[in-house]
């Protein structure tokens, strides 16, 4: 059945009023809380909130409902999986779901040549469990990670990160010697190139040869380079091809281990099962979480086998692998395989209906991604500058349309829906924000 949105009680209605209300006595108050859905189930990319309205979601709660809302595969391997046993603890004994997700994940990027595999709770644990690796691994300290980077909410993590001010003011002292250096931004370059000759010949990656790496830090005490290949919660920056070549190149070059962090840009979500894949460079050490359980929490650190050389005792989790988690992340992992040429053409058909909306819409300044990661950035026409204003309103009228978005960065939208969605969705998601950026207009 070909469904639409349908908000029958004006969000909040009066089950989700209580239940805010509740959550507001209770609740740490640094949550963020983007606009007041309360969830009540899911469908695929339908979402149903306490009073009965149906939305349309095109964030997936941040990239993670991967399948989509309670797929059928999905919730039969966690039901079958919990029935058995909840808990074993994988860094101490064995059992079969850990070993096949583990099998599964190291068959992803073949030119990563062998590899060995390390399962989290999440993402942030992932990025943590990285940088011992990396340390270990190497024995230097240093490492080099990305202005507009996001990584997660650990200490190491949030050492990382350079995206919101707020993520890391007094929480110090931070990780010692990471340094952040330019992102390559098409859009906005930061040596303020053109969109054309940035794309081509961007300078982000080789100004750690020709400047830091000569007047800063020495390359031999980098441990590692931490980059998103697709830029997250930095705005879905899609960088130029040639700034992951060249930060291959480099890192060969030194012997500094290059770490993709795919913890939002895998699992399928630029159409490929990780988006070392859709730019053909290979990372030494690869981050996966959130669409990787579809919703149940796991994580995974899959590094080439020479560089996972810590020993027996040096790294652990109580919890990373969880058996149900390992079922939920296979029977993921299966469901999204065949997935991969739909999510390209259905994502192709949603960048070219955005890039059609931007014709009409001069706040849109640019749309940019690959399969079902985009993001359009929004503009102030005259200006050019980032209209963050505009996207807080287009978020909060197009949830009351029954449309389910998420901001990134400075001014943009992210389009992250379940990797399940089809055209018909796409289209209706199409037609709503049209009438939004319509009305904001006026
Ligand atoms: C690229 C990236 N890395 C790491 C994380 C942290 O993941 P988690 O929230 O599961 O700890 C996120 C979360 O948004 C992310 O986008």
Not at 242 to 257: P, S
């Amino acid at each position: 059945m070909k469904l639409r949105p349908s908000i029958q009680v004006a969000p909040p209605g009066p089950k989700a009023k209580a239940l805010i209300d509740r959550d507001k006595k209770i609740t740490s108050p640094s949550y963020i809380k983007e606009y007041p859905l309360a969830m009540e189930r899911g469908e695929g990319p339908w979402v149903y909130d306490a009073d009965g309205n149906r939305y349309l979601d095109f964030m997936a709660g941040i990239a993670v409902a991967s399948t989509g809302h309670s797929h059928p595969t999905v919730v039969k391997a966690v039901q079958e999986a919990a029935a058995k046993f909840l808990h074993i603890c994988g860094t101490d004994f064995y059992y079969e779901t850990m070993v096949r997700l583990c099998e599964k994940l190291g068959a992803y990027v073949p030119q990563m040549g062998p590899k060995k595999v390390f399962l989290t709770n999440s993402g942030t644990e992932a990025v943590e469990g990285a940088i011992k690796l990396a340390r270990y691994h190497t024995r230097r300290e240093k490492i080099i990670a990305f202005k507009g980077a996001f990584h997660g909410r650990t200490m190491g993590a949030i050492s990382l990160n350079a995206s919101k001010v707020g993520q890391r003011a007094f929480f110090g002292p931070l990780l010692s010697g990471v340094f952040h250096i330019p992102y390559s931004n098409p859009f906005r370059c930061p040596y303020k190139h053109e969109k054309d000759w940035c794309g081509k010949n961007c300078e982000c990656a080789t100004q750690l040869e020709t400047d830091w790496f000569s007047s800063h830090t020495d390359p031999k005490e980098v441990a590692a380079i931490f980059v998103e290949p697709i830029l997250g919660e930095g705005g879905y920056v899609l960088p130029a091809k040639k700034f992951l070549e060249d930060l291959r190149r480099i890192c060969d070059q030194h012997g500094i281990l290059l770490v993709f962090d795919e913890v939002q840009s895998g699992v399928g979500r630029t159409g490929d099962m990780f988006a070392a894949e859709t730019f053909g460079v290979a990372p030494d050490i690869l981050l996966s979480a959130k669409g990787l359980g579809s919703g149940m929490p796991i994580g995974a650190i899959v590094a080439k086998e020479k560089v996972m050389s810590w020993p027996r005792g040096s790294h652990g989790s109580t919890y990373g692998g969880n058996p149900v988690c390992c079922a939920a992340a296979v029977a993921t992992l299966e469901v999204i395989e065949p997935l991969l040429p739909q999510i390209r053409t259905v994502g192709a058909e949603l960048m070219q209906g955005l890039r059609k909306l931007a014709q009409k819409h001069a706040c849109i300044g640019d749309v940019r991604g690959v399969g079902l990661m985009i993001g359009a950035e929004f503009i102030d026409p005259k200006t050019g500058k980032p209209a963050s204003t505009l996207v807080g309103d287009l978020e909060q009228m197009a949830f009351r349309e029954g449309l389910l978005l998420l901001s990134c960065g400075q001014s943009t939208i992210r389009f992250a829906p379940p990797l399940v969605v089809t055209s018909h969705e796409v289209q209706v998601g199409l037609e709503i924000l049209d009438k939004c950026l319509t009305k904001l207009a006026k």
